[in-house]
């Protein structure tokens, strides 16, 4: 083995949002509006000093459990060789396997293989999009962040045509509320 996983951390934060956002869950009365995302970050360092960082997010529920998950199954790393990526992911599963493999288990074990994906990109040095090879340098890209239903019909447009100057040919919104 050529290098090895010596350190491993988790963390954790909440993202409150200035303005809680509801869709047709919430109208519905399946869900509450969303005030907040709860985002996992994991750092991984190798014995020859290479990092990675990655992340992964919950939003309305299953932060807590997604840190809680990832903080148990984080050792397995340790002493591997972070060159092997679909063998971690595998050994991640395995240590949680009472969990299961879906929803809060496997965005857990995303953040560690975003980070796996980071270092290996880093030691090439190259992009990831590079490393993993692309087929085109550009890709179309739409807003989707706007026209929620806790905007008002101004606020939907401000968020439309006001983005910072970024301007997207193409714009999802979200409608069935009187407001808009």
């Not at 934060?13 to 809680?20: D, E, G, Y």
């Not at 190798?46 to 309305?60: M, Q």
């Not at 550009?138 to 401000?158: E, M, P, Q």
Request: with cysteine; charged share 20%; glycine share 12%.
């Amino acid at each position: 083995m050529s290098d090895a996983i010596s350190w491993v951390r988790v963390s954790a934060c909440t993202l409150p949002l200035a303005t809680p956002i509801s869709d047709a869950k919430v109208l519905t009365g399946r869900q509450k509006p969303m005030t907040e995302i709860a985002i996992l970050f994991v750092e991984i360092k190798t014995k020859d000093g290479a990092e990675g960082v990655g992340f992964s997010y919950s939003k309305r529920a299953g932060g807590p459990g997604q840190f809680a998950h990832a903080k148990e199954i984080a050792p397995v790393l340790l002493g591997e060789d972070p060159n092997d990526i679909a063998k971690l992911w595998d050994k991640l599963c395995w240590a949680g396997a009472s969990v299961g493999r879906s929803g809060l288990s496997v965005q857990a074990i995303g953040a560690f293989d975003v980070a796996l994906w980071d270092l290996k990109a880093k030691r090439a040095g190259l992009s990831l999009a590079k490393l993993l090879g692309t087929h085109r340098d550009s890709v179309r890209c739409y807003n989707t962040s706007g026209g929620f239903f806790a905007h008002t019909t101004g606020s939907a447009l401000g968020q439309r045509f006001g983005l910072g100057g970024q301007r997207h040919r193409r714009y999802q919104a979200q409608s069935g509320s009187a407001r808009l």
